[in-house]
């Protein structure tokens, strides 16, 4: 099947079958390695992708459900070599250990930072233990994750008052 | 190869469905995709994926008090961030927001928790609860069928091989009536039930006037609990507690599996449903 | 500002934020084809054939598929680390000892085509009787390991200030009072997010393996027996690897053996990508373990005499099972004041898959045990928990069970101190949670101790050696020390930017490839920044003193790098030093009675743990938990943070939550679904204390690190719901299910 995906801000043209993970399609026929796969049956989060703006589990999606849709991975988070907030925030904080978690990490919290559903305030990290609970990370505890996200948290919604 | 179908209405997914019934009903893949680079291509994917004919919220005053239309389609997300849904229908949003975590809360359907029909899906001792109906269409017209009804089995339902599930119309609870709902998991979040419990209690005062009780996790499939119900008609919410602790725990048959024991379900169920008729039973917290 | 003791960002952080870094599965790799593993589905039987599905015939015939048994195996049909008893493919006639073994390989261009050709590859075993309990396998009616009858792989005595068990009777029998537990710990699951994963090609005569592991010589000594070549005829190189927590120590050897004998037979590069449940199923788990434990008190209140017995299941094969039994041992007494000590270890064959290492490698087993006996011994007493620790403590000049008398760097005092400092009040006893439902609150606490650096001459007899090199370029770091995680090469920088004066920025730690690094030893046993950081740090200060000696002999100024840029120039060649360990002074170990300093140094901490216990559904929240940790140095504190937090979560998930269950020896919950470890939500904020009693002979103070969090917050946990409850908990996970079932023994709160 001919797929047309809106791939990290760019349309690109893939031949695959409907069945394929999108997580394989991304790695494989895009070499786009970012996203991780730990455990195949949406419980590790390592696979998270944005799916029109959605944080999902890529191993759960079905490449033929992503023609014609919007597919953001952790190589579309930085501009460049300008690093978004939670990725900059994560290495300042030490959020990142082994970092085969750290993509899907960073995808699902860029996501929470940027809609703005993280508060600055003392709701912040119950908010973030909810929402990023479907990331798991066997090295840091989530301790020092918390904090990365947190920060970044505070960082977008100063700039935003700027 | 397998082939693929985006339907661009309810008529042409009606259409396919019958069409082509060994193809695979897809949603958000939540439960069909687990390992699926193990399991063989199927046919072909039907895919409802937002499917707008499914994937509505609305407010319906199609029976006294009114009824919440969720499509089959709306994923635990858009029922956890509804308004109305949060609203009226507490219970419905605290158990969308327990099923996986955001991941599978984005993409996981009404559609395929009930059409799954696991014994662990979250939202279904809800919908037991709240008494709600399903409706379905094929090409030879739609019905509706009572949600108490529709679980014939271990994993599987009265839905036709022409089939698909549309919506399922939730009663909003009147202001007599508490609703409540807690799902035991194997830990706080992203995870399997070992025990739920949700119910709708109408209360004159502080008497019990009527009762659902349902259950998850403890049989099956989804069930309410009858004799509970029954014990519990006419007393003081006092009484109440007792009585539907006591009934639980004698009407249920759970089992040991490697999630838990038949003994700790039995236990917790009861407690559980007993909760629901304490002082602070005021339905689950939400932020 | 010196490079030690600051918290530079990890030098491989902007890699992995950004998805760049490679571990195996994303390296490219055209024409690779992708392997897969044929299991035995038998506990315990023996191999007589093999059978190849006739449906696979074409594709063999057009070498579209490659099968590999233990016939195509060029040398020794063993996976090499102590002992050479697990083969790498069960040969037929041969022993299958447990349900996930290896049988045959399979390989063909996709990884669909490979699992699907491994299910038609089918083992025809002849089943025999299968022992699963310690207790049936000690009894020796099934023989499964040597000719003792009682199928042990090892046994361990440690007798202090006795002679003979008589001699220890007595001082139980005249005791004050005497504490006698049975604990028992489950089997845990590292979960490494990445899955066990390596690559194997032959080139220029060579075999090339990559892949994710801990410990780089360890599968090169493998493979030198299993492929009978020497050391040049084998290089290991490790990609980046997600997690090991000891279960990429052993492990990778296997994996390796499989992907060079498929590549060799199939002409071409072979990976293999565990799935999760083949992970889970298959690979080594922390050895289940139950203790006796008996404490004889006089009549004082000081402890009189400490026997402990404690037994492991080793599963299928030695593997690292004596060593794990050892470190065991050794922790068993804990760091507690005591004349008089037995321990009694023993670690049994079964046919289970075999257990092997998991962060703490033993010493969790043990600490378990021995702190639920000083909390036993507190309430017996009625005295203060923490207090009672306080004054029992091992402090410098005491002797440990061994007879070790501790010198440097005992930060007892420092870690209750830390403790108590930011203690507080216990929680409310009572009260009523969120789903209305009524909840106890209790408080638990420990203190224990870890051993940094292997066992007692261990690293004498390892010697292990890092170079430094001072090149064109600035200054590059080697060493086998494997990044997993830890942070050992942001770590190593650190430490050689601060011996050479230069900046970090200057400082390459380069991949630990066999080929190119000397052998420092394994990335295991909390040694990594003590040890082999020692020897980087030496190696550097070598490096400068040579550079700057060679300067000032030509009368040049400038910076170090400058000069390592003239050196170059001048001489044509790198300035490298190499380097070998050295141990301390005064240590002394004699293996035949297990005397003597089994550690060169411990660290040392307290934990506490406060929880809430749901009495509808028995679920523990976790309020708080705080950990003390003497680290000796902290060479860059948000590492070591990270560190402590993470072996913290790991614990708590233990006692809690986590277990693997076994069903006719095979793995029940092998997926990620029931093989369940906390995730965010369950995690409490981690309240983690960084302590520094320095140690005069690690770098700068440092000594190990990496497994201590490991060892206390499970009976920390234990200590706090029997606080709450009234209840005593000695069996590992305390799950909601084990605390419904205790009801009954609930005290009034």
């Known amino acids: ?162 | 190869m397998t082939a693929y179908l985006r339907p661009r209405d309810l008529d042409e997914a009606l259409a396919a469905r019958a069409a082509h019934p060994d193809w695979l009903v897809l949603a958000g893949g939540t439960d069909l995709m687990v390992n699926a680079n193990h399991r063989p291509a199927p046919a072909g994917i039907l895919d409802l994926w937002r499917l707008v004919a499914i994937c509505l919220v609305r407010r319906t005053d199609e029976a006294i008090g009114g009824a919440i239309a969720i499509g089959a389609g709306t994923t635990w997300l858009e029922v956890e961030r509804d308004p109305h849904v949060r609203a009226q229908l507490a219970p419905l949003a605290a158990a969308a927001r327990e099923i996986g975590a955001l991941q599978i809360q984005a993409r996981a359907t009404l559609g395929g928790n009930v059409g799954t029909s696991s014994p662990v899906g979250d939202s279904l001792p809800v919908l037991l609860a709240l008494d709600a109906e399903l409706e379905l269409a094929s090409p030879r017209g739609r019905r509706r069928v009572a949600y108490r009804d529709w679980c014939t089995g271990y994993r599987t339902t009265q839905l036709a091989a022409d089939e698909l599930i549309v919506a399922a119309h939730v009663p909003i609870p009147g202001p007599a009536t508490r609703t409540a709902w807690r799902k035991v998991g194997t830990r706080r979040a992203q995870s399997i039930s070992k025990v739920m419990g949700a119910a709708a209690i109408t209360l004159d005062g502080d008497v019990v006037v009527d009762a659902r009780i349902a259950l998850g996790a403890i049989a099956d499939r989804p069930v309410r609990i009858a004799a509970a119900e029954a014990a519990v008609r006419g007393l003081r919410l006092t009484d109440a507690a007792a009585a539907a602790r006591a009934a639980v725990a004698s009407a249920i048959r759970p089992i040991d599996d490697i999630r838990s024991t038949a003994s700790y379900r039995r236990e917790v169920a009861a407690n559980l449903v007993a909760r629901f008729f304490g002082p602070a039973a005021a339905g689950p917290a939400m932020s | 500002m010196a490079p030690v003791g600051r918290s530079l960002p990890r030098v491989d952080g902007v890699a992995k934020v950004t998805g760049r870094a490679q571990y195996l599965d994303d390296l490219d790799a055209p024409g690779a084809w992708h392997g897969a593993t044929v299991r035995s589905a038998i506990a315990h039987g023996v191999l007589e054939a093999i059978d190849v599905d006739p449906e696979l015939a074409p594709a063999l015939a057009a070498g579209e598929l490659c099968v590999v048994t233990a016939a195509d195996i060029p040398a020794k049909n063993v996976i090499a680390l102590i002992e050479d008893d697990q083969p790498a493919l069960v040969p037929i006639g041969g022993r299958v000892m447990h349900p996930d073994e290896p049988i045959a390989l399979v390989a063909a261009p996709t990884r669909a085509q490979a699992f699907a050709a491994a299910r038609r590859v089918r083992p025809r075993i002849r089943p025999l009787p299968a022992v699963f309990d310690v207790d049936a396998a000690l009894a020796g009616a099934v023989r499964l390991y040597g000719d003792a009858g009682d199928n042990a792989f090892k046994r361990f005595l440690i007798r202090k200030g006795h002679a003979s068990d008589d001699e220890l009777e007595a001082v139980f029998a005249a005791a004050a009072q005497v504490i006698d537990g049975r604990y028992a710990t489950s089997p845990q699951e590292q979960m490494y997010i990445e899955p066990q994963a390596m690559m194997a090609d032959w080139r220029d005569g060579r075999c090339h393996i990559v892949g994710s592991m801990q410990c780089p010589y360890y599968v090169h000594k493998a493979m030198k027996a299993l492929l009978g070549c020497d050391g040049d005829g084998v290089v290991i190189a490790q990609s980046v690897t997600g997690g090991g927590f000891g279960g990429k120590e052993e492990y990778p050897s296997m994996l390796a053996a499989h992907v060079a004998l498929l590549a060799r037979k199939a002409g071409r590069a072979v990976k293999m990508v565990y799935d999760r449940d083949e992970d889970i199923a298959a690979t080594t788990k922390r050895h289940p373990c139950r203790t006796r434990h008996r404490l004889a008190v006089d009549a004082r209140g000081e402890l009189a005499a400490i026997d402990i017995d404690v037994v492991m299941d080793g599963g299928a094969y030695l593997t690292l099972s004596p060593v794990v039994l050892s470190r065991g041992v050794l922790h068993a007494a804990g760091p507690y004041r005591c004349p008089v000590v037995r321990v009694r270890g023993r670690v049994v064959a079964t046919n289970h898959p075999p257990h092997g290492a998991f962060r703490g490698f033993g010493a969790p087993q043990t600490t378990f045990a021995y702190e639920r006996q000083i909390q036993k011994l507190a309430r017996a007493r009625g005295e203060d928990p923490l207090a009672l620790r306080k004054r029992l403590a091992l402090r410098t000049g005491d002797t440990t069970a061994t007879g070790q008398r501790l010198e440097a760097s005992v930060g007892t005092d420092e870690v209750f101190a830390a403790l108590e400092a930011v203690a507080g009040a216990p929680p409310a006893r009572t009260g009523v949670n969120r789903h209305g439902a009524p909840v106890r609150r209790g408080r638990g606490v420990c203190f224990y101790f870890h051993g940094a650096g292997f066992t007692g001459s261990g690293e004498q007899r390892l010697a292990g050696r890092a170079t430094v090199a001072a090149t064109a370029h600035g200054f590059e770091v080697r060493s086998s020390s494997a990044e997993i995680g830890q942070g050992s090469i942001t770590i190593f920088t650190q430490l050689a930017a601060a011996a050479l004066g230069v900046d970090p920025a200057l400082v390459t730690v380069i991949d630990p490839t066999t080929s190119r690094v000397p052998d420092s030893g394994p990335t295991v046993a909390s040694r990594t920044a003590m040890v082999v950081g020692g020897v980087v740090d030496r190696a550097a200060r070598a490096v400068r003193a040579r550079l700057e000696a060679w300067a000032a002999g030509r009368a040049a100024g400038g910076s170090l790098a400058e000069h390592a840029r003239a050196y170059v120039a001048q001489t044509g060649g790198e300035l490298a030093e190499t380097v070998t360990y050295e141990p301390p002074p005064g240590i002394a170990w004699d293996d035949a009675t297990y005397t003597g300093s089994a550690y060169p140094v411990y660290g040392w901490a307290t934990c506490l743990v406060d929880v809430e216990i749901d009495l509808d559904s028995c679920e523990v929240a976790v309020l708080r938990c705080v950990q003390a940790v003497d680290v000796g140095k902290a060479i860059n504190p948000t590492i070591v943070r990270g560190q402590i937090d993470g072996g913290t979560l790991q614990a708590l998930g233990w006692a809690l939550l986590e277990n693997v269950l076994y069903k006719d020896g095979k793995v029940a919950n092998a997926s990620m679904t029931n093989c369940i470890v906390p995730t965010f939500a369950d995690a409490p904020e981690l309240e983690t204390l960084l302590v520094e009693v320095p140690y005069p002979f690690g770098p700068s103070g440092a000594k190990g690190v990496g497994e201590i969090p490991m060892d206390g917050p499970a009976a920390a946990v234990a200590n706090a719901v029997e606080d709450a409850l009234g209840a005593a908990f000695d069996e590992l996970p305390i799950s909601p299910e084990a605390i419904a079932a205790s009801r009954p023994a609930w005290s009034a709160p």
């Open chain 1, 1 to 162: 099947m001919k797929l047309a995906i809106e791939v990290n801000g760019a349309v690109r043209a893939v031949d695959a079958s409907p069945w394929k993970r999108l997580l394989d399609l991304l790695r494989d026929d895009l070499r786009l390695t970012g996203t991780k796969e730990g455990c195949g049956e949406g419980e590790c989060g390592a696979c998270t992708v944005l799916l029109d703006g959605e944080p999902v589990n890529s191993c759960l999606v079905a490449a033929g459900q992503c023609d014609g849709r919007r597919v953001t991975t952790v190589e579309g988070l930085a501009q460049g070599e300008l690093l978004h907030a939670v990725q900059r925030q994560l290495v300042a904080c030490g959020g990142a250990q082994c970092g085969i978690c750290t993509p899907g990490i960073a995808v699902c919290a860029a996501h929470l930072v940027d809609r703005g559903l993280v508060d600055a305030g003392d709701a912040a990290r119950a908010q973030v233990r909810e929402l990023l609970a479907g990331n798991i990370c066997r090295c840091t505890g989530y301790q020092l994750i918390v904090e990365a996200v947190i920060a970044a948290a505070r960082e977008v919604a100063s700039g935003r008052q700027r």
